[in-house]
């Protein structure tokens, strides 16, 4: 750069924004999103994560010590990124990160730099628009599949998109799957790529998006794009302030596409949302040990993190963001965590089993960092709810953030454990005589029977772990304790049985863990819970 600045002009201009040989094509269609917001809506996006600034104004300025800070959302917070303006060149000089082609302006430059020195460098191995524009705005995340969709909900999409956008209330890009490369050549797209979507349009009953390659060439060759002389009329082609012939003349990778063929070609639509249209958000930072809980939740989550959401219901929906935080480059390059919120109407009681009671939202377990999910109000009449993280498989201790925004006042609280004491049975066997089986059977009587004494009224817990393919269950019953009738689990279950029970009175009670079969030999463990002091 002969004579550097900052920023040519008040705004970065999204059509100046090209990718290069080291750059990340979703992370340079995330710049140009956002820069083409703050042109259209005058108000500071990247503009203004960027220091220096000139005194008393929110302008940033080129420094000449080469020094910079960059704040961005990471892990949950804001954090601030120091970097110096050095950056990589071939041996001819020239730029080889994504760059202005505004002449000196080095602002898109100096973003990437600060985001690829958070990823480890510029062999980043890839992202996607929605984690790397959360990064860059603090934008709420969503990622929307275009495979396999009910026809209604890829309309509705379409609709929200296009109103969404034109109010300013989100930013978007789209990206491509595997493609075979005949299929891409003659289509004129980029196999795996992101595009930045710059517009959206439903003009003359034809549904169209405006989309730019962050390479700034290579072009749609379908339906509304530069060669297509079927399609384009002279009142759409005016209605949209577009050329077909004079845009042919000039490939800057921005073209028309209509939404049949998006959905043709794309794979899925990545959203950023403006946590402005929020009045209420709150979030929470917590940490899951590896060794708390199964490894895998699908009997029992009564050890997975939960949450009571109270929600005052003046309001229309709740949106709940689950943030993993990545601590390791090679946690964000192999993308082998899966993560995903769960949300039970249970008036904020704990949840311990996955599907009893259904969950009014199950959760799909996605490898992104960010997972959101929407409550409705107009979906359920409750307004205390059970939010329950869930992993697949998990190995590892997890970091997280827990956001959620409203329109409406709201709590969010982490579900405690009440339980001051605890005795757990770790010989506990099902062996010859003792395997008696359900109440059913004669032989129930010969069963394992546990005495539990409490010595005060209180909160009770009890589950029952066994091997998967073990049927299970357990009764409580009195010997000493007024005002209690003998209680049980319920049908049998595989693997993990659990009672939860309040208001127990102070008495002697007896516990009789079975399986639904007799004769059915095997090991189990029995964990005892109370708000009071015990003996078993």
């Known amino acids: 750069f002969s004579e550097p600045i900052l920023i040519a002009n008040k705004y970065i201009d999204c059509f100046s924004i090209k990718q290069t040989i080291v750059s990340d094509c979703s992370f340079v269609a995330s710049l140009a999103v956002s820069a083409l917001y703050e042109k259209k809506f005058g108000k500071r996006l990247l503009t203004r994560i960027i220091y220096p600034r000139k005194s008393g104004t929110k302008e940033p300025i080129y420094n000449p010590f080469g020094k910079y800070m960059v704040k961005l ?101 789209v990206a491509t799957g595997e493609l075979p490369e005949s299929v891409a050549e003659r289509a004129g797209l980029i196999p795996t790529h992101a595009y930045a979507i710059l517009d959206v349009k439903h003009v003359q009953g034809v549904k169209l998006m405006m989309l730019k390659n962050p390479w700034s060439h290579v072009r749609w060759r379908g339906n509304y794009s530069d060669l ?61 040990s590896a060794g708390i809980g199964p490894t895998k939740d699908t009997y029992n989550i009564g050890d997975n993190p939960q949450f009571k959401l109270s929600v005052d219901r003046s309001g229309s929906t709740v949106w709940i963001l689950l943030t993993r935080h990545i601590t390791d480059i090679e946690d964000f390059k192999y993308n082998k965590e899966y993560i995903t919120v769960y949300v039970y109407a249970t008036n904020g009681r704990r949840v311990y089993y996955p599907r009893d009671p259904s969950p009014l939202i199950e959760g799909v377990k996605i490898n992104s960092p960010h997972y959101l999910t929407k409550i409705k109000f107009n979906e359920t009449p409750e307004k205390d709810f059970t939010l329950v993280v869930g992993q697949y498989e998990k190995t590892t201790t997890i970091y997280y953030t827990l956001r959620a925004y409203s329109d409406s ?46 010595d005060s ?42 009672l939860e ?36």
């Open 409 to 454: 006042p709201f709590e969010l609280t982490k579900i405690g454990n009440p339980y001051n004491y605890v005795k757990k049975i770790t010989d506990g066997q099902w062996k010859g005589i003792s395997a008696g089986g359900c109440r059913n059977h004669p032989t129930f009587i010969n069963n394992p029977a546990y005495q539990l004494v409490l």
């Open 73 to 173: 959302h990471l892990n949950g917070i804001q954090r601030k990124i120091i970097i110096d303006d050095t950056l990589p060149v071939d041996k001819y000089n020239d730029l080889l990160c994504s760059f202005s082609t505004k002449k000196n302006e080095i602002l898109v430059s100096l973003l990437e730099k600060a985001y690829m020195k958070v990823m480890g460098g510029y062999d980043f191995p890839g992202s996607n628009s929605s984690i790397d524009l959360h990064a860059l705005t603090g934008w709420i995340p969503e990622r929307c599949s275009l495979r396999d969709e009910p026809e209604a909900k890829i309309n509705a999409l379409f609709r929200v998109l296009m109103s969404s956008m034109a109010k300013g209330n989100v930013l978007a890009t």
């Open 501 to 536: 029970l309040d208001n127990v009175p102070a008495g002697t009670y007896e516990i009789v863990p079975s399986t639904f079969e007799p004769n059915t030999e095997a090991r189990y463990f029995l964990t005892i819970k109370a708000s009071s002091t015990m003996q078993v």
């Open 457 to 498: 009224a209180g909160i009770l817990l009890i589950d029952l772990k066994a091997p998967k393919d073990v049927y299970i269950g357990f009764e409580i019953i009195p010997i000493d304790a007024s005002d209690f009738k003998k209680r049980d689990t319920g049908s049998f279950r595989s693997s993990f049985a659990v």
């Open 228 to 288: 297509d002389v079927t399609n384009w009329t002279k009142p759409l082609a005016e209605e949209l302030h577009y050329n077909p012939e004079s845009a042919s003349n000039f490939d800057n990778g921005v073209f028309w596409i209509d939404y049949a063929s998006v959905l043709k070609f794309f794979d899925i639509i990545y959203l950023s949302w403006n946590p402005d249209i929020f009045k209420y958000t709150f979030s929470t930072h917590q940490c899951w």
